[in-house]
């Protein structure tokens, strides 16, 4: 089974400033898609940007980027000119391409608090 | 608005009672899942359908869970004699099938559901 952990309950930026937040993945599978998803306070969940395991270029959306290390099963996102609406509980999460189901599979999440 | 809707949007009741959520999907999307979520704690997959067929389930669902989605468009999850450990929010998340390509779609979540077990 496929695990996930993200192993920064917190973290914190000034605005403007950049930020990276942790995500290791554990599987035997090589054909995967990684996320990451932004869940503000009390609203739902949104995706913020993906990576396809096959593809050696890391993803960038605007102001967020990943840092893809498939060897050593890490997925970093970077956010860049953090801004105050970025705050929100961020969740790393894996997709197997390999296996019939169509699941999630989340990290424990990461709780982003962006200073004025 | 057309994303993906949840009722209700919270559920207070007392442990032993059933309960029943509603999730409907994005129209044109033949898949629904549903996931449960506890404080502090990334979201668990529960279930998924591929139009009405409940194609995949989770160990975390005991007998007292089941889901159905009769008509391959709105979805429900009842939980029977309900547990102070079922307090969670329930999430729903809806996706086009895979790509002709080999893809995947993007699941896109509903704001869930609430519960708390007395």
């Known amino acids: 089974a496929q695990t996930v952990t993200q192993s920064q309950p917190e973290m914190s930026v000034q605005e403007a400033e950049t930020v990276t937040l942790s995500c290791t993945y554990d599987?035997?599978?090589?054909?995967?898609?990684l996320f990451w998803y932004k869940q503000p306070p009390s609203r739902q969940m949104i995706l913020v940007i993906r990576?396809?395991?096959?593809?050696?270029q890391n993803a960038t959306e605007n102001r967020f980027s990943v840092n893809f290390q498939k060897a050593a099963k890490s997925f970093s996102l970077k956010i860049s000119d953090s801004q105050l609406g970025d705050a929100a509980m961020y969740f790393c999460?894996?997709?197997?391409?390999?296996?019939?189901?169509?699941?999630?599979?989340f990290g424990e999440g990461t709780q982003l608090t962006v200073n004025p | 608005d057309t994303g993906v809707s949840q009722d209700p949007r919270h559920k207070i009741t007392k442990r032993g009672q059933n309960v029943t959520f509603r999730c409907d999907p994005i129209?044109?999307?033949?898949?629904l899942y549903w996931y449960r979520q506890t404080l502090g704690q990334g979201p668990e997959f529960l279930t998924y359908?591929?139009?009405?067929?409940?194609?995949?389930k989770s160990r975390l669902l005991s007998d007292r869970f089941s889901a159905e989605r009769p008509k391959g468009s709105f979805s429900t999850l009842e939980i029977q004699r309900t547990e102070q450990g079922d307090s969670a929010m329930y999430l729903c998340a809806s996706s086009l099938a895979a790509t002709d390509w080999g893809g995947i779609n993007e699941q896109f979540f509903g704001p869930g559901t609430r519960l708390t077990v007395l």
């Open positions: 990576q396809e395991a096959y593809k050696q």
């Open positions: 129209s044109e999307h033949n898949r």
């Open positions: 359908f591929q139009n009405e067929a409940q194609l995949e």
């Open positions: 599987t035997s599978e090589s054909d995967y898609y």
């Open positions: 999460a894996y997709r197997s391409l390999e296996t019939s189901g169509s699941r999630l599979t």
